[in-house]
């Protein structure tokens, strides 16, 4: 059973930059044709994608956030890692990490991050 655990700050100061962890457990990121991913939801919206790095290392981000947004991985760690910069309290939200597998999506529970001052 494929599992994951989102991790990073609870709060970031406005302008400092945003790290989030995700940390895979039960498969390995680098599983032929799965797809790792962000989503956000704000308070009185519905779910954003953030962006998506594939099992080749490919990414691809929301245009609304390419400019600031950065997905990585780390194999030896079976991790993925969104970095998002000059964050404002617009970015306030519940964070979620989730994988894709020919249709099948496996979730991360989702951590809270707030923005402000």
């Known amino acids: 059973q494929v599992q994951l655990q989102e991790s990073g700050p609870g709060l970031v100061k406005p302008s400092q930059p945003l790290s989030l962890t995700c940390t895979v457990s039960g498969g390995s990121i680098l599983t032929n044709s799965i797809y790792w991913s962000w989503i956000r939801q704000s308070p009185g919206k519905g779910l954003e994608w953030v962006g998506t790095?594939?099992?080749?290392?490919?990414?691809y981000y929301s245009p609304s956030l390419e400019s600031r947004t950065s997905i990585s991985r780390d194999t030896s760690k079976n991790q993925f890692t969104l970095q998002l910069t000059s964050v404002t309290p617009e970015d306030t939200a519940v964070y979620y990490c989730?994988?894709?597998?020919?249709?099948?999506?496996?979730w991360g529970q989702g951590t809270q991050v707030t923005v402000s001052s």
């Open positions: 989730y994988g894709t597998l020919f249709g099948v999506n496996y």
């Open positions: 790095i594939g099992y080749r290392g490919d990414t």
